[in-house]
Structures are given as C-alpha cells and as structure tokens.
C-alpha cells in the first residue's frame, strides 16, 4: 500500500475516531460562544500530477484559534466565521462551505473542529478567590467553590465580628428613628407649603401609628404645625389690623379736609364781599385782616391733612406689603427646612442601609468562624442579551460562560425591624438584568 493511500484512509479515520470520543459527542451538544478555544483543521483531496498514481490530502488549515467577542471565529483565508450558538459540526460544515466558496474547488473540503479549551466560569461572592477559572465539563457549584478557594475565611478572632456587628445595629438603629422623624417631619412641612390643615403622614409611618415613639412623633408635628399657624395668622391679622386702623384715620381725616374746605369757601365769600365794600367806600380795608388770616389758617389745616392723608396710605400699603411677606418669608423657610430635612432623610437612608450590610457581613464572618453559616448559590446565565439569575443547589451543573454567587443570608428574617428590605441575589428565582455589550 502506498504512503500516500495510506495517508487517504488515515486522515478520515482520523477524523472519525475524534468525533467518537466523549469529549467530542458533548462537544457537539455544547453551544460555542466567546472566549471558547478551538482547534480547526481543514484539508482538501488533491488529485496528482498522474491520475493512475491517485492524490493525496493537503492541509489548508490547522491551528488553534478563539471565537471573538462579537461571536465570530477570525480564520486565515476565509476571515471571520459565525460561530456563537453553533454546534461544532455545524461550525465546521460551515468553514468547509466557505474554504470551498473562496478556493474554487470542485469539491468540499473536510473540516473539524475541536474545543481545545473553553470559555471561562467566573465565581463571586463570599469565596476565598473570586474571579475567572477554566470550565470542565461536568462541573457543579460545589465544584466551582471549591476551586475558588471555599468559603471566605480569615485566620482572626471571631467575637471581632460579633462587636462590629453589635456597634452597626446601634447606630443603625440610631438612623432608623433619625429616619422616622425626618419622614414625619417632611409630612409635616408638605402639608404646611401646600397649605393643608392636616398632615398626610405616609404609609409605612401610618402603618406603625400604634408605637409609642411613632405616635409621639405625630403629635409634636402636628402641634408644632398648629403653633406655627397660629403665629404666622396672628403676624397677619396683626398688619390687616394696622391697616384697617390707617384706613380709618383717613376717612377721619378725609372728613375734615371736607369741613375745611367749608370754612374756606364761607371765608372766601365774606373776603370778597368786604373787598367789594372797601373798594366802595363803604368799609375800611382793616376788616380784610381777620377774614384772611382765617383763610390762612385753614389753608394751612388742609395742607397738614392731606399730609397726614399720604403718610396712612403709606402705612396701609406697607401693612399690606409686610403681611405679603410674611407669607413669603414662610414659605421660604419651609421650602428651606423641607429641604434640609429630605437630604438629612437620605443621608440616614445610605447610613442605614450602610450599617445593614455592616451587620449582615460582620454576622456572616461570624457563622463562618463558628460553623454556623449555611450559604446559598445563584447562577446568572446568558439568555439572548440577557442574564437570568436563578437559585440553584449546590450539585446543580455550572456550564461554561456562568457566573457563580455564594452568598451568606442575613441572620436576621425578612421584615424584621431594622432589616434592610432589598431583593437579595437569591430571594428570586428568575431575576433578569439587562446587558450591555459588555459579556461576562
């Protein structure tokens, strides 16, 4: 037999005895994605220059290469090759399909692919290590911990925790009625800036009006509310009164310019009815002085009240401009101290939630020093452009490309006064996050 038909019958052999190993049949179940290495080889039958002496198979292609980050495999010749979702069978029709398209032969060449190593599983959360790891097949989370390194421990004392944990639920607990009153509070000036009579407390207020430092809270607000109102109407009243008075003065005033203006007129009339004498002879020009003088005089009145006339307008429209203001200037400073107590509710918010997570991490040290801890696993797995996060048990499969967590649950149950009410990584079973490009 000649080497090169030894060669012929070899090479397909070859191939076929790879596609029948374990490795291979789960290949070809295995869905190819990012990251994944591959060993793609092609070779194509060439005939010899004599046609009784047969031909010979020439390798067009071998080598290892990676399926990119778009899900494309880069290849020397045909360029890039779609190769996310596929099979390695369907993958390597594919490359042969397109060696032929581009090399012109009449016929296909032959392709295979192998997973030389594949995409990464990554594990985060409380593990010795987190981080990337190789994936093999037959992989569960117990697995994959425990190439991580286990669960996080460090070689220090455990009633360290345990005092941390103690000094965080304080001042949590701190925050938390700081938080309570701040809530109040801004219920409070809500219903003041809009006006209202009563304050509209909010749900998770009313829903523990029966507590004793809850119910107080909702007294003193509402108190310091009917105070403040009370003040701020007395300041008013107190300028509508000043104008009314002024109002008043000038009607007093008004009447007697008009009883001024009578005597003027009765003065002028006798004035000219004594010049009309005197100017006849018949009366001396001494009697004019009186009558003048009283004209005089009652000029000068008239002038003094239509002065005083102007200074009450003043003092109406000032009344009128100070009540304004005084409106004004509380409507500024609940603006203000509305504020204030909503950036102080947030700032308590964040140091709540802060001291949660100080305590449950604290607490989970603890467990784990003392054996106490039970943790529980999430995978977060691709689906489209998607990552659906499920809770899983320890022996569940972990398949290339997943994203362990192991988290320690809080000791404290759900709802629990001071508990921080946040979703945890495995209170659901089929969370979704939407992705961006970016792939795990």
């Known amino acids: 037999m000649s080497l090169r038909?030894?060669?012929?019958?070899?090479?397909?052999?070859?191939?076929?005895?790879?596609?029948?190993?374990?490795?291979?049949?789960?290949?070809?179940?295995?869905?190819?994605g990012p990251a994944d290495k591959l060993r793609v080889t092609v070779y194509q039958w060439a005939q010899g220059p004599v046609p009784a002496q047969g031909g010979d198979f020439q390798a067009r292609l071998d080598g290892q290469f990676t399926i990119d980050n778009a899900g494309n495999l880069p290849l020397p010749l045909v360029g890039e090759v779609p190769a996310e979702g596929r099979a390695t069978t369907e993958l390597a029709r594919a490359i042969s399909e397109m060696f032929q398209a581009k090399l012109g032969?009449?016929?296909?060449?032959?392709?295979?692919?192998?997973?030389?190593?594949?995409?990464?599983?990554?594990?985060?959360?409380?593990?010795?290590?987190?981080?990337?790891?190789?994936?093999?097949?037959?992989?569960?989370?117990?697995?994959?911990?425990?190439?991580?390194?286990?669960?996080?421990?460090?070689?220090?004392?455990?009633?360290?925790?345990?005092?941390?944990?103690?000094?965080?639920?304080?001042?949590?607990?701190?925050?938390a009625a700081s938080r309570d009153l701040l809530l109040v509070r801004a219920a409070r000036l809500e219903a003041e800036l809009a006006g209202h009579e009563a304050i509209a407390f909010p749900d998770e207020i009313l829903a523990r009006r029966t507590e004793p430092t809850i119910a107080r809270t909702m007294a003193d607000e509402a108190k310091i509310m009917k105070q403040r109102g009370i003040a701020l109407d007395a300041a008013v009243a107190?300028?509508?009164?000043?104008?009314?008075?002024?109002?008043?003065?000038?009607?007093?005033?008004?009447?007697?310019?008009?009883?001024?203006?009578?005597?003027?007129?009765?003065?002028?009339?006798?004035?000219?009815?004594?010049?009309?004498?005197?100017?006849?002879?018949?009366?001396?020009?001494?009697?004019?002085?009186?009558?003048e003088a009283r004209h005089a005089e009652a000029e000068a009145k008239k002038r003094q009240l239509h002065s005083d006339i102007l200074k009450n307008a003043q003092d109406i429209a000032r009344a009128e401009q100070t009540a304004e203001e005084l409106r004004t200037n509380r409507r500024i400073e609940i603006l203000d101290q509305l504020k204030e107590a909503r950036a102080n509710l947030e700032q308590a918010r964040q140091k709540i939630v802060t001291d949660q997570r100080i305590v449950d991490h604290s607490?989970?040290?603890?467990?784990?020093?003392?054996?106490?801890?039970?943790?529980?696993?999430?995978?977060?797995r691709r689906d489209g452009d998607r990552m659906r996060e499920r809770g899983v048990p320890e022996t569940a499969r972990v398949e290339p490309g997943d994203v362990v967590r192991v988290v320690l649950p809080p000791r404290r149950a759900p709802g629990a006064p001071g508990a921080i009410s946040e979703p945890g990584p495995t209170a659901a079973l089929a969370r979704e996050t939407h992705l961006t490009d970016a792939r795990p």
């Open 5 to 32: 038909f030894a060669s012929r019958a070899l090479i397909p052999a070859l191939v076929l005895a790879a596609a029948c190993r374990p490795e291979a049949r789960a290949a070809e179940a295995y869905a190819l």
């Open 105 to 175: 032969t009449l016929t296909m060449p032959s392709a295979s692919v192998e997973i030389v190593e594949y995409r990464p599983f990554y594990v985060i959360g409380v593990v010795d290590q987190p981080g990337s790891y190789p994936f093999r097949p037959g992989m569960t989370v117990l697995h994959a911990v425990s190439i991580a390194g286990g669960l996080y421990r460090r070689p220090e004392d455990p009633s360290r925790y345990q005092r941390e944990a103690l000094t965080a639920a304080g001042d949590g607990a701190l925050q």
């Open 238 to 291: 107190s300028q509508r009164n000043l104008k009314a008075l002024a109002e008043r003065q000038n009607g007093a005033l008004e009447a007697q310019t008009a009883a001024i203006d009578r005597q003027m007129a009765i003065a002028k009339r006798e004035l000219e009815d004594q010049t009309d004498l005197v100017s006849k002879g018949l009366s001396r020009r001494p009697v004019l002085f009186p009558i």
């Open 363 to 380: 607490d989970g040290e603890f467990r784990v020093r003392t054996g106490e801890a039970v943790p529980t696993y999430a995978i977060l």
